[in-house]
């Protein structure tokens, strides 16, 4: 009795321990998944992990923050690893990975506990672009400073390849994704772009609109004529699209989608479609739009940005 009793506490104990590097894990398996979900399961198996040990071995592991994280990567590069093998990869080019929605200003500790999963979806998408390694490489170091000795174990590369691998992420992450304007800036342009469309003014989208501006519609495998998935590039085609869905403008408001200022719409109480901004210059480069219903009815989302 007294044994199951210590056993139960040292549980509840090493539960607890676990719970307080949760958001650091969740943080990093979402930058390596780019999915919520799988970056939800990645963790939990995690705990698994842990909880399986025995009370010897987990005396032995000498930072639990470091064995966690170790554990957590080398779970994601299995799952990315098989995301290769099924021939996933390369990813569509109208594939949007999930945001992390957050409001524009917040006193909700919940909401800024999400908040620091925050990443832009330009990064993302960049992200799933890369090689499994790769990616593991420039997640850690990069985003979260884990030595390269240490992620060379995760990778079974040598340390110099390892770091080779970050070198080549992080210049392809480089090339593809502009720095972010201060949040006012940002701001502007995207209250510019929604009046803009409400109005049904092609002109004044051109304006707010870069000259080679992308945007990427994921609206799922369902989806048929004009709202299926597409990539669309040119100003005067995207500021088409933007007329074409004109209607819709109206359920647009202001929110953080990754961290940076976008759009979410809702009618009914319901998310129709979240878009992520990038904004360079005042001038918009890139929209990423996720409509897929399934995706985003797995989406956590703040009660402040639905009602």
Known sequence: MTEALAGGEMTEALAARFEEHRPHLRAVAYR??????????????????????????????????????????????????ARTARGEQPIDETFVPDPVITPLTSTDPEAEAV????????????????????????????LFAVPFDDIAEIVERTPATTRQLASRARRKVQDATPAPPDPAR?????????????????????????????????????????????????????????????????????????????VVHVADGRVRSVMGVSVVDDRIVALHILADPGRLAALRLPEEVVR
Do not use: Y
């Open 32 to 81: 390596m998944l780019g999915s919520l979900t799988e970056a939800e399961d990645a963790v939990q198996e995690t705990w698994l992990r842990l909880a399986r040990q025995d009370p010897a071995g987990i005396r032995e592991i000498r930072s639990l923050a470091a064995w966690l994280t170790t554990v957590t990567s080398r779970i994601c590069l299995d799952l990315l690893n």
């Open 115 to 142: 908040r620091t999963d925050s990443v832009g979806l330009a990064l993302l998408i960049v992200l799933e672009t890369l090689d499994p390694a790769e990616r593991v490489a420039f997640v850690l170091h990069d």
């Open 186 to 262: 940002q701001r502007r342009a995207v209250e510019a772009f929604l009046t803009a469309a409400r109005a049904g003014d092609f002109d004044a989208l051109l304006t707010v609109l870069d000259p080679d501006v992308v945007l990427r519609a994921d609206a799922g495998a369902l989806a048929h004529g004009p709202a299926a998935s597409k990539l669309v590039r040119g100003a005067a085609r995207v500021a088409g699209q933007a007329l074409l869905f004109r209607e819709f403008a109206p359920l647009g408001r202001l929110a953080l989608i990754g961290g940076e200022v976008g």
